[in-house]
C-alpha cells in the first residue's frame, strides 16, 4: 500500500524554525516531482514547495527565500525547513506526489502536519 507520513509540525512563535519531514514508499519517490501543500481555515489548498527527482525546486512567491524543500532519495524522504515564520503560515501541511503537469497535486497525500505561528 502507498503511504505518504509527514512529521516535525507543532507551535512555534514568529520568527522561528521548523522541519517537515515526508516518507514515503520508493513507487511515488522514484523520478518523480514531490510537493508540500497547505492549507489554512477558510482557504483553498496551496502549493508551497516542489522539488524533482534532480533536485529542480520551485516555491510560492510567499515563502520564497524563507522555506527550503530538500529530498533525499535514498531514504524515500522530502524535508521542508521553515524559517523565519510568520502567523500567516499556519496551515496544515500535506506532502504530495508524485506531482502532475504544471505542478498539480498527483494522487498520493498524507495525513498532514498542523503548524501553527503564534505572534
Known amino acids: 500500500q502507498v503511504q505518504l507520513v509527514e512529521s516535525g509540525g507543532g507551535l512555534v512563535q514568529t520568527g522561528g524554525s521548523l522541519r517537515l519531514t515526508c516518507a514515503g514508499s520508493?513507487?511515488?519517490?522514484?523520478?518523480?516531482?514531490m510537493g508540500w501543500f497547505r492549507q489554512a481555515p477558510g482557504k483553498q489548498r496551496e502549493l508551497v514547495a516542489a522539488?524533482?527527482?534532480?533536485?529542480?525546486?520551485k516555491y510560492a512567491d510567499s515563502v520564497q527565500g524563507r522555506f527550503t524543500i530538500s529530498r533525499d532519495n535514498a531514504k524515500n524522504t522530502v524535508y521542508l525547513h521553515m524559517n523565519t515564520l510568520e502567523p500567516e503560515d499556519t496551515a496544515v501541511y500535506y506532502c504530495?506526489?508524485?506531482?502532475?503537469?504544471?505542478?498539480?497535486?498527483?494522487?498520493?497525500w498524507g495525513q498532514g502536519t498542523q503548524v501553527t505561528v503564534s505572534s
Open positions: 522539488i524533482g527527482p534532480g533536485g529542480s525546486t
Open positions: 520508493g513507487s511515488i519517490f522514484n523520478f518523480n516531482f
Open positions: 504530495n506526489g508524485p506531482l502532475k503537469l504544471g505542478y498539480q497535486p498527483g494522487d498520493y
